[in-house]
């Protein structure tokens, strides 16, 4: 079973026109703050998942009490508990869902610090949890000047050599023993929005071709460990190996 591109494209579809009919109607910052948007991302998160865990066993915004702090997860899967007969665990997936399409550049410290922090929080706890982090960014952001206008415009240019580093520095984390502030997987999707079908981008030849990348850059490190093509499989494989007589049937 891979990613389901086509209803991944269909949601960013919905996103786009949801987040542009916003700036038209200068409430984008509203819709932002409300969640709707972001919530697209959740709900096709959650379908993806469901094609491979137990609907029953998942859950959205659901409380986790982490060390030293409770934190609200995105999607969390966890067995029931309901009878005698259930095995006793805590919760074996997490995933989170984060986007950004202006103001990228300015934010990337706060990012960065809560994308450790959180895994740090969890895995202190549940070192066997398999945890997984979806982020979106935009090819080229929206102009925050244009949108305020009411105008939908396309501008901002930010350092996308940096997330790439950043975004693979934090994947992989290969078993419960490894560094409690990296994630089992993350995906880093970078979505051309100025294109209707929105375009997924998870090639470094095709980043370096639109000049978004150098060609060096390119030479020396792969999309793939972080591309959105993979994420989901390789969460229920590793969900699989830790859980093994938990999943085996499932």
Known sequence: MTTNMKLLIETLKEMKKEYEKAIRNRTYTKLIRSRKLIEILHQYAKKELEERFPSSWISMDKRVYGYPKIKTQ????????????????????SVNIRSQLSSIEKNYDTLFERLFAEALNLHNRFPYLVLGYLYLLPKIGYDDKAAKNGEVRFGERYNM???????????????????????????L???????????VIDDVKTLASQGLISEDFANLF????????????????????RYYLLLRSR
């Open 74 to 93: 995105d999607i969390l899967i966890q067995p029931l508990q309901d009878d005698k007969k259930s095995v006793s665990t805590g919760p074996i997936v």
């Open 161 to 187: 050599e940096k997330y790439i580093l950043s975004f693979l520095s934090i994947n992989g984390r290969r078993d419960p023993s490894d560094v409690p502030w990296k994630y089992e997987r993350v995906a």
């Open 189 to 199: 999707l970078i979505v051309d929005f100025e294109k209707d079908p929105p375009q």
């Open 222 to 241: 792969s999309f793939k460990p972080i591309s959105i093509r993979g994420f989901f499989d390789e969460i229920k494989k590793t969900a699989v190996e």
